[in-house]
Structures are given as structure tokens and as C-alpha cells.
């Protein structure tokens, strides 16, 4: 009989394990095209905080690979009784995929504005008279869930999957986008052409509080930039030290919020290039370039989220099964993305020009599991 000690080292090694895969996996993904594809599929498991999409990502192609899974890329995961929850069973002999959940404990204070005086509450445990109780997530634990390929069952409603013709910008995405530009308490404006912002597509100008966007691209291109500005907006302050400091980290960040709102409505996101992320991650001081990536992986998904569900548009899936209520997606998600951004900073400088215009091809989609 396994004691409680040695199911607690068993635990453990399991989540060492997961870690060692999840920094692996991470690491392959550092180079260009490798980012952008393991944010286009972080776009399609959105309800997933970005490491388990990387592990949920990592252990289906392994799947695939054994001949277990038909499909390369999964669909939608849940756990097992979930799954049992929408008339669909997990079938024999399918080994679920190891994500990591969390564990969250309760906790009172007296005195909440008080760092210090929280103090954990026992299984069971009541708060004293004039406590507040708060949640708090204090480790995590090995999960598994499935791929809808892996069950059988009720069938699964499809939700319309939005489809694009080449160059086209989805339903109602730059209006949407441009009011969240807007509520942020900075103006759109549109321009004729690059010459008028420094040769970019776009640009974000944190003294005068305008977002510009050329207008000799197409619908597509447009909107793609406009909601790279927006991650510039909500993640980057106006700071030049900052910003020179960081200009690397700041470009990949509103980039890889742009792919993933692409993303998320069907924009085929072969055209993106997100350059140099191993460079800029080898960079940053005292940390692992790896753990920056994740990092930014999910920095970049939160705020890709907080804008995707205020936007009134037609979008893919996330991940969770049509259906099932999954409280713990919507505490994975944040109320709104301005908790990930800067603190306001002193309004010093400065027009930030792309640079350079980026390759834009953005053919219709494809309909692939990316
Ligand atoms: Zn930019």
C-alpha cells in the first residue's frame, strides 16, 4: 500500500517530469517560425493557459506519431468525466495528456489591504468574525484530459467556423478593435500611405495618444496591424528607456497578440514573421531565456483573450468542447487585459515607427488545425 509520503514523491516526480518536457518543448519553439506556429495553436487552445497549450500541443504529435490520434492537431480536450458530462466516453487504451492544474488554497485576513496578515485556512476551517476569505492558487498537480478524437459518443455540435477570402478582414474586427484603441484613450486615425509614418504599417504615438494605420493594404493587412497596435497600447508603456531597452520583447509582444486575434478568426498566420525570439529572450538579465518565452507566451495570451472576449465577432473555438461549462477556463482568464499593462509611466516620448514594413500574406484559410 502506497503511503501518503510516497504518493506525494510519485506526485512529484510526475511534475518534474512535466516541467522538464514543457522547458524542452519551449526551447525547440524559440526560433521564428516555430513561435509564431505554437501561437497560432496557443490561439486555437486559448481557454488554456499557454503551458499546458504547449503540453496538450506536445503529447498529441506524439500521439499522432504512434498512430494512436487520426487527426495531427487536436480539437477540443477535457477531462475525463467532462467528456462523460457531454455523452461521450474516453475509449480504451487512450492515455490521457498530462497538463498541469492548479491547486489553490483559502485564505483570511482581517485587514486585506495587509500583505502579512493572511494567513491560510485549515480543511474545513472557518473564518474568524470580520475575516475576508480569498482563493489563491499555492502550487500545481498533474491533470490529464483527452482529445475529442480520442472519445466516442454524442456528437459534438460544430460550431460556423468563419472562412476568409484572401485579403479579407473578419466581421466587425476593426470596429471592434478600434473601440478597445479608443477606450484605452487613444484616437484611430487612418492615413494614405507609409510615408506619413516613418515607412511602417502602423504606429503607436504615446505623446499625441494616436494609433495610425496605412491604408494602402489590404482590409486584412489593415486589421492585423491595428491589433498590433493594440497589444502595443495594452502592454507598453511610453517610457524610452523602456522602450529602447526592450524594443525587441515590446515588437514580438504586439506581434504575437496580432497573430493570435488573427488567429482566433481564422486569419491564416503563414505570413507572420516573428523574428529573433531566441535572441531577445538571451538577453534579458538573470533569467532563463526559456522562462522568459513562457513568460511572454502567456502574457501575450492573456491580453490576446481579455481582447478577443470583448470583441462582438465570429471566432474559433478555444479549445473546450461546445457545451461544457468549464468554470476553470474562466478563471485562467483575466477580467481585462489592463491589469498586464505598465503601470502609467511618465508621458516622456515617443512615436515608435515599425520597423520596416513586415512581410503581409494573408491568403484565405485553409481550414488547418493551426
Ligand atoms: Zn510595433
Known amino acids: ?11 512529484e516526480a510526475k511534475l518534474d517530469e512535466l516541467h522538464e518536457r514543457l522547458t524542452g518543448a519551449v526551447e525547440r519553439l524559440v526560433s521564428g517560425p516555430d513561435w509564431a506556429r505554437a501561437l497560432a495553436f496557443a490561439a486555437r487552445f486559448r481557454s488554456r493557459s499557454f503551458n499546458n497549450a504547449t503540453l496538450i500541443w506536445l ?3 506524439e500521439a499522432f506519431e504512434a498512430g494512436r490520434v487520426s487527426e495531427p492537431f ?3 480536450v477535457a477531462g ?5 458530462q457531454l455523452g461521450r466516453q474516453v475509449e480504451k487504451g487512450q492515455p490521457g495528456y498530462q497538463i498541469l492544474a492548479p491547486v489553490t488554497g483559502r485564505f483570511a ?3 486585506p489591504a495587509d500583505a502579512d496578515s493572511w494567513r491560510r485556512l485549515g480543511k474545513g476551517e472557518k473564518p474568524r468574525p470580520g475575516e475576508v476569505v480569498r482563493s489563491k492558487m499555492v502550487g500545481v498537480r498533474p491533470a490529464y484530459v483527452w482529445d475529442a478524437s480520442q472519445t466516442s459518443g454524442d456528437p459534438i455540435p460544430e460550431p460556423p467556423a468563419p472562412r476568409l477570402l484572401e485579403g479579407e478582414a473578419p466581421a466587425g474586427l476593426w470596429d471592434g478593435l478600434a473601440a478597445q484603441v479608443e477606450a484605452a484613450g487613444f484616437a484611430v486615425l487612418r492615413v494614405p500611405h507609409e510615408g506619413m509614418i516613418h515607412g511602417a504599417n502602423g504606429m503607436t504615438d504615446y505623446t499625441a495618444n494616436t494609433v495610425a494605420v496605412r491604408e494602402n493594404m489590404d482590409p486584412a493587412a489593415q486589421v492585423k496591424t491595428l491589433a498590433h497596435e ?7 508603456g511610453p517610457d ?3 522602450a529602447r531597452q526592450h524594443r525587441g520583447i515590446g515588437e514580438v509582444e504586439a506581434e504575437s497578440v496580432a497573430l493570435m486575434i488573427g488567429a482566433a478568426h481564422g486569419m491564416d498566420t503563414s505570413g507572420y514573421t516573428i523574428p529573433y525570439v531566441s535572441t531577445w529572450a538571451a538577453r534579458v538579465d538573470g533569467r532563463e531565456p526559456v522562462e522568459v518565452v ?3 507566451g502567456e502574457r501575450v495570451r492573456k491580453t490576446a483573450l481579455a481582447i478577443l472576449d470583448q470583441l462582438d465577432t465570429e471566432q474559433i473555438g478555444d479549445g473546450t468542447p461546445p457545451g461544457l461549462d468549464r468554470d476553470a477556463a474562466r478563471r485562467e482568464a483575466p477580467a481585462h487585459a489592463r491589469s498586464a499593462a505598465e503601470p502609467a509611466a511618465p508621458r516622456r516620448v515617443a512615436s515608435l515607427p515599425e520597423p520596416g514594413a513586415r512581410p503581409v500574406a494573408v491568403p484565405a484559410f485553409e481550414g488547418r488545425g493551426l
Not at 500500500?1 to 506526485?11: C, D, F, L, S, V
Not at 493594440?230 to 507598453?236: C, E, I
Open 80 to 84: 475525463y468525466k467532462q467528456w462523460q
Open 59 to 61: 503529447q498529441h504529435m
Open 230 to 236: 493594440l497589444g502595443h497600447v495594452l502592454l507598453h
Open 109 to 111: 485576513s482581517a485587514n
Open 294 to 296: 513562457k513568460a511572454t
Open 240 to 242: 524610452a528607456e523602456e
Open 1 to 11: 500500500m502506497a503511503t501518503r509520503q510516497e504518493a506525494r514523491e510519485a506526485r
Open 74 to 76: 487536436p480539437s477540443y
